[in-house]
């Protein structure tokens, strides 16, 4: 983020190749907060890319556009799906798809497998999501395409500005006000819970000055009350013990002592 804001004033656009696979970062903790922070502060725009020679497949045309749709659900922001590599093949016939319902159902008459007819049901959900749809044509090797891809990405630009930038003000003015009474809560809690301290202490304590005392004060005051009365009573207690260990000891050495004499008479007069 301070990389960007240093470099805005010096760069226009600044590219971001998001790590991983598609589903690893758009679905991820991570990736929310990645995305979540540069939009918030920046306009955003998702600029999705597709390989078009590997998508003359109506099957494989159907998984890439599940992405795409998945990934504009999930960011909510401006979003562009470019076709790469139309050197090798032009996208025409992508675009045509997406426009025409008739024509993909004819391609996809000719696939048989199950996969096809899941992809036949599925095809009719996108085309809402098809009228939406920013889509350019490119090739990074020659360079074609590239002018109408900054002319989309000036229109999306405007689209974050006018739809998603008051969102985004909204979304953060909510979070701010929740952390604020989320910390009003907290703090009330902390009071009530140091007042039930402090009233807890003054009962124990029993003294009229112990209302003007804090919990500390408390801890520190009930170890000095009546300490001859304590004296009093640990001296008390320790001639009780001593009494009561003295009582215990006297049979069991007495029994001792004549035990050790018998062993000993026996000892020096074997014959008996």
């Known amino acids: 983020m301070k990389f960007i804001e240093k470099r805005q004033n010096a760069s226009k656009y600044v590219l971001i190749d998001t790590p991983g696979q598609i589903e690893v970062f758009t679905w991820s903790a991570s990736g929310a907060i990645i995305t979540e922070a540069l939009a918030s502060s920046f306009p955003s725009v998702v600029v999705y890319v597709m390989d078009t020679s590997r998508s003359t497949n109506p099957v494989t045309f159907m998984s890439n556009m599940l992405y795409a749709c998945s990934i504009l659900y999930k960011t909510k922001l401006p979003f562009i799906v470019v076709m790469n590599k139309t050197d090798i093949i032009d996208h025409s ?43 350019v044509g490119v090739s990074s090797v020659v360079g074609t395409g590239l002018d109408d891809f900054f002319v989309q990405l000036s229109k999306a630009v405007d689209e974050y500005e006018r739809e998603y930038r008051p969102e985004y003000e909204r979304l953060r003015k909510t979070l701010e006000e929740a952390q604020n009474e989320q910390k009003k809560e907290q703090l009330e809690h902390l009071r009530k819970d140091m007042g039930s301290v402090c009233v807890q202490g003054n009962t124990l304590a029993g003294s009229d000055d112990a209302s003007a005392m804090g919990p500390s004060e408390l801890i520190l005051t009930r170890g000095t009350l009546d300490e001859e009365e304590e004296e009093r009573e640990s001296d008390t207690d320790d001639i009780d013990h001593e009494v009561t260990e003295e009582s215990h000891e006297e049979p069991a050495f007495r029994n001792f002592m004549q035990e050790t004499r018998m062993k000993y008479q026996r000892s020096s007069n074997p014959n008996e």
Request: hydrophobic share 40%.
């Open 93 to 135: 016939f992508a675009v045509e798809w997406m426009q025409d319902f008739e024509t993909f159902q004819d391609a996809l008459n000719q696939e048989t497998s199950y996969v096809s007819n899941l992809t036949r049901s599925m095809s009719l959900v996108l085309d809402e999501f098809y009228s939406s749809l920013k889509v």
